[in-house]
């Protein structure tokens, strides 16, 4: 509850900086803030705006391996219920607490929206879609270093330094190539092609095949994991 409470303030915090400094010039200023940009300082103030709650929300995933590793869990699996069933069932309840966060913000942004930005419904599902998308992949890489014997506080550390990063690096040569390497991008609509009214086949086909071999490659490891 407390975590979510910070959440709650850092989300707040997010969009009251985004209005007071860009004006109504951004709706679903959480996805819509980021942009690349040749401008340093500019690229450094955007991609710690658009970083700010994402730390939250993997947080939101911290001690999901060790849950299922451990504790009641452990019971659970000496009594032979399924381990595959139990690692599903732990990421279907983070999916829905990162989907609650990013309802809470959506909530947030359009309540006050006022922008000068025009998206259809359509293009905010999308947009909301992918973002969501991004956030899973990144849990499940996370998931996978942790299943490799990881300490979480290093998994956590380093997604955290990936996402921020993949924000801050400037584009060199192929840009399109620069987004799917540095994914977390793809969370961004400017990026994503959703503001642009492009084609967003290529980032949910990436995205939906990544979170899909994720899962599964997390699962068959999860079932090869000693748990004494």
Not at 179 to 195: E, K, T
């Amino acid at each position: 509850m407390l975590s979510a409470g910070i959440f709650a303030l850092v989300a707040l915090f997010q969009f009251l900086v985004i209005r007071n400094a860009f004006g109504k010039e951004y709706t679903l200023s959480f996805i819509t803030i980021y942009k690349q940009s040749d401008r340093i300082s500019e690229l450094m103030i955007l991609a710690l705006l658009a970083y700010l709650p994402v730390p939250f929300m993997l947080f939101s995933a911290y001690d999901d391996i060790s849950e299922i590793t451990g504790g009641n869990s452990k019971l659970m699996i000496i009594r032979n219920y399924d381990r595959s069933l139990l690692f599903l069932r732990k990421k279907a309840e983070t999916m829905i607490w990162i989907l609650l966060m990013i309802v809470f913000m959506i909530v947030l942004s359009t309540a006050f929206d006022g922008s000068t930005q025009t998206l259809d419904l359509g293009r905010k599902m999308e947009a909301v879609l992918l973002y969501f998308m991004v956030i899973v992949d990144i849990i499940l890489i996370k998931d996978a270093m942790e299943l490799l014997l990881l300490p979480p506080q290093v998994t956590n550390v380093a997604v955290n330094i990936f996402f921020l990063s993949s924000l801050l690096l400037t584009n060199e040569g192929n840009a399109s190539a620069m987004n799917y390497i540095f994914f977390p991008r793809l969370a961004f609509s400017d990026v994503n092609g959703v503001v642009a009214t492009g084609s967003v086949l290529k980032p949910f086909a990436f995205l939906g095949i990544g979170c899909i071999l994720m899962l599964v490659l997390c699962e068959r490891r999860y079932r090869k994991v000693d748990i004494y």
